[in-house]
């Protein structure tokens, strides 16, 4: 028979703070002071508390099924079992959390899988903490459970913060899909956040004066013709420092050409032609030749 349900041991019984069992409970009382809060915000607050249960939730349960579960079929008999029992209740959390993603309070369903969602969260805790972690604790040490606890938190810092019902449960692909899809959902829980949501305020507003100035300016710059040269008639360069005249050209001389050069240059030109001439081939010569004796 397991032992007593870990709701109700010491923080010393479950193997120290840093077991994973004594991390498991923090979450599920978090867990429950989240779902009680939320019955009482008004209807416009409902989706923020809801964001942080996603947050805590899906990345809980993501460090359970690549961390504990797979420890679970290792080393408890009969574990497959149990943790088949929790991931199909992880599963259908992801489906009822990603519809209500979907909709808003005004939606005439969700109050109702609101409280699904909450039904099953709350009997997905009880299972665990009468069922299946008091199973571990019978076969495992101290130590196994602090190591197992240490490499538990360290995937929950880095796992998804929202349901994604397309991913597998098990090892590999939980963990080959989860992870990437982990950046993904914390830049979207940034830009959800009060502070982010500021922050795209902030960039739209000075996006938008920008804009509004280049505008204007384009504008005046087609009134008085400005634009069309691209400068500030202030910055050209006559405007401050004068440009000495261009001195006007006089008239054009005929230089004296050298006899001596000229008599070179027809000399080269005439060999030059009866080089060409000379390896022409004899066809070509004897058509040539009539033409010379004219």
Do not use: K, Y
Not at 66 to 89: F, Q, S
Not at 263 to 289: I, M, Y
């Amino acid at each position: 028979m397991p032992s007593l349900t870990i709701a109700d041991q010491s923080v010393d019984q479950l193997g120290g703070p840093g077991s994973v069992l004594a991390r498991q409970r923090r979450d599920h009382v978090r867990l429950d002071e989240l779902i009680n809060r939320f019955g009482t915000v008004s209807r416009a607050e409902q989706p923020h508390v809801l964001r942080e249960i996603n947050n805590l939730v899906f990345s809980h349960a993501f460090a359970e099924e690549v961390v504990l579960w797979p420890a679970m079929r290792r080393l408890v008999p009969g574990g497959a079992a149990l943790t088949a029992r929790i991931e199909g209740e992880h599963q259908e959390i992801n489906g009822l959390c990603a519809a209500l993603e979907r909709m808003t309070p005004d939606d005439p369903e969700w109050d109702e899988r609101v409280g699904r969602a909450f039904e099953v969260m709350r009997a997905d805790v009880r299972d665990e903490e009468d069922l299946v972690l008091p199973a571990l604790q019978d076969v495992a040490d101290v130590a196994q459970l602090q190591r197992l606890g240490t490499a538990w938190e360290l995937v929950r810092r880095t796992a998804p913060t929202r349901p994604h019902p397309a991913v597998a449960r098990r090892p590999p692909d939980n963990a080959l899909r989860g992870i990437p899809l982990s950046g993904f959902d914390r830049i979207r829980d940034a830009l959800d956040s009060p502070s982010g949501r500021s922050a795209l305020n902030t960039v739209a507003m000075t996006v938008g004066r920008l804009t509004s100035s280049v505008r204007s300016g384009q504008l005046a710059s087609s009134r008085t013709g400005d634009g069309q040269r691209g400068e500030d008639p202030a910055s050209r360069c006559r405007s401050r420092l004068p440009v000495p005249p261009v001195p006007p050209a006089g008239p054009l001389r005929r230089l004296p050409v050298q006899p001596a050069l000229l008599r070179h240059r027809v000399d080269g030109d005439h060999r030059g032609e009866r080089e060409t001439q000379g390896h022409q081939p004899p066809s070509r010569r004897r058509r040539l030749a009539p033409q010379r004796e004219q």
